[in-house]
């Protein structure tokens, strides 16, 4: 399962608080990704990272930024949570011919 | 119109049946996944496909790069087999472009 850890699992929270999410691996993999999963839409894709300090945007990236400073950690922030924020995040990670993913991250922005 | 197109959306069978769930995608691409999700759980890999066809026990994965087809087979379906299948296609590097999965139901 390439180590991969995420917390926390389970948040709640008040629209305009800041939030972060960690998603943690323990096999120094070099491409994270963050994705967003929503009924009707899939999973979408809101950053990634090529590699400590390097990362891009996604599809969804409006309204998170990220950031990574370890090999080991890829951090998600919502730097003012919105309702629409609502959803479950998904850290993964790809390595040649295979993908990890996560557990999940439930949050809801009230 | 969506790059990866999964059929059908859902799919209700009894146990033992055939299972087949198809997905058509829309760009090139390097690769494509089959990626299984149970309900409240997480995703985990099934498949990575660039030719021709793999089986892993009662899964079978063909894709049809010419058509930019593939196909998810399972035998002898079993209620444990009762999750979402999710199809992903690479079309660059490192970055996937998901289906919207096929929820599966294998009723005993």
């Known amino acids: 399962d390439a180590g991969i850890t995420q917390s926390p699992r389970h948040k709640v929270t008040e629209t305009g608080t800041p939030v972060t999410l960690r998603c943690h691996q323990t096999?120094?993999?070099?491409?994270m990704y963050w994705y967003r999963q929503d009924p009707g839409h899939g999973l979408r894709l809101i950053h990634y990272?090529?590699?400590?300090?390097?990362?891009d945007k996604g599809e969804v990236s409006d309204g998170y930024s990220v950031s990574r400073s370890k090999t080991e950690d890829f951090l998600l922030t919502l730097e003012s949570a919105t309702s629409s924020q609502t959803s479950v995040y998904f850290c993964?990670?790809?390595?040649?011919?295979?993908?990890?993913f996560g557990e999940g991250s439930r949050l809801t922005v009230l | 119109k969506n790059e990866v197109e999964q059929s059908p959306q859902n799919l209700t069978a009894q146990e033992g049946e055939f299972i087949t769930i198809n997905c058509s995608y829309s760009v090139g691409i390097s690769a494509l996944h089959w990626l299984q999700q149970h309900p409240g759980g997480g995703i985990v890999s099934l498949f990575m496909?660039?030719?021709g066809k793999k089986k892993h026990g009662r899964l079978i994965a063909t894709i049809n790069i010419q058509e930019k087809h593939s196909s998810l087979h399972i035998t002898a379906s079993h209620p444990r087999d009762s999750a979402v299948y999710i199809c992903a296609v690479m079309p660059g590097a490192q970055k996937l472009v998901f289906g919207q999965g096929t929820r599966l139901t294998i009723n005993p």
């Open positions: 990272s090529y590699g400590v300090k390097d990362t």
């Open positions: 993964a990670i790809s390595v040649p011919g295979e993908l990890f």
């Open positions: 496909l660039s030719s």
């Open positions: 096999e120094n993999h070099r491409y």
